[in-house]
């Protein structure tokens, strides 16, 4: 008998130990790989399949990812219909990689900004219902008047001081990673100037609450702030590219990935420097799954997923 128990020992040690290996193993080949992921607009089910396909969870949604860093660059919400889906997965899948020695970053993009501002608009046929009965909803927000009753808890969920928009508001505007800058929609040379901590720290304090809209973040489309400019996704030339070089030296950066303005594909800009990481991924649009992979901090391949 205890020759037996002296075996199950024995081999219960050597399967620990190889898992224990093995996870070692997947932490190492990840400890300087970053994923940056472009706009999501919530489509849980693109959601999952972007994570597995960065290695960075299984069938189950679980983190096997070990050291790897995630970057998606805005816009979870809007244009599809799983907004609460998208975002109770990003809350999760940041806490579960934190365990693991993984890192996921959120970033702030303009669908979240339009959000805080409580604008419905840009959404998908109906999200609303997923908000229903969500506790810690003002819903007699004077701001909440000028939505439909059926829309509200939706807009008290987003908006300043909201449940979720209080969780959004921990993530960055704006994340530099060694010598790269991640960004929704660009940092045009002014923006650069003004600094990185300046924006993130205002645009995250209004989402809590607790000061008016930033300059950073207003207007819209076709504008410089932040969230908004297209000048790095859209129509990009010669002038852009040397707008863009201001920016990096600026910021002390080699550069730039962002996301915003749909493209059929991953593509680079500017000798390498600019790279445009949103296809379109969600239902709302229809188009492949691709991802942006560096490793060491410098763009080593696009990975796609294969119909």
């Known amino acids: 008998m205890r020759l037996n128990f002296l075996f199950f020992i024995s081999i219960f040690f050597l399967l620990s130990c190889g898992q224990a290996s093995e996870s ?9 790989r970053v994923i940056a992921i472009g706009d999501i607009h919530s489509d849980i089910g693109v959601m999952q399949q972007v994570f597995r396909l960065a290695g960075a969870t299984d069938e189950n949604d679980e983190w096997i990812g070990g050291e790897l860093t995630i970057v998606q660059l805005g816009d979870l919400v809007g244009r599809s219909d799983d907004e609460r889906e998208v975002l109770d997965f990003m809350f999760a899948i940041q806490e579960k990689a934190e365990q693991q020695g993984g890192k996921v ?3 702030i993009g303009n669908h979240e900004v339009m959000g805080g501002r409580v604008d419905n608009q840009a959404v998908g046929p109906n999200p609303f219902p997923a908000y229903v009965g969500m506790t810690g909803l003002s819903l007699d927000d004077p ?8 829309q509200r808890p939706r807009g008290a969920a987003l908006m300043p001081g909201g449940p979720y928009a209080v969780r959004i508001a921990e ?41 008016a809209e930033p300059d950073s973040s207003q207007q819209v489309d076709d504008s410089d702030r932040v969230m908004w400019a297209r000048h790095f996704s859209s129509r990009i030339d010669e002038l852009t590219c040397l707008m863009l070089e201001e920016s990096l030296r600026i910021l002390g950066a080699k550069r730039m990935i962002v996301a915003h303005t749909r493209h059929r594909e991953i593509t680079s800009y500017c000798g390498n420097q600019l790279w445009a990481t949103d296809v379109g991924m969600s239902r709302a649009y229809g188009g492949q799954i691709q991802i ?6 410098e763009v080593t391949g696009i990975l796609s997923l294969q119909e």
């Open 171 to 211: 993530f960055p505007t704006v994340l530099r990673l060694g010598e790269t800058i991640f960004v929704h929609g660009g940092v045009v040379p002014r923006w650069a100037e003004y600094g990185i901590e300046n924006i993130n720290g205002e645009v995250s304090a209004w989402l809590r609450g607790e000061r």
């Open 292 to 297: 942006l992979e560096l490793i060491d901090d």
């Open 143 to 150: 701001r909440l008047l000028r939505l439909p009753p059926n």
């Open 24 to 32: 070692l193993q997947q932490a190492s080949e990840n400890s300087n």
């Open 105 to 107: 970053y959120a970033l």
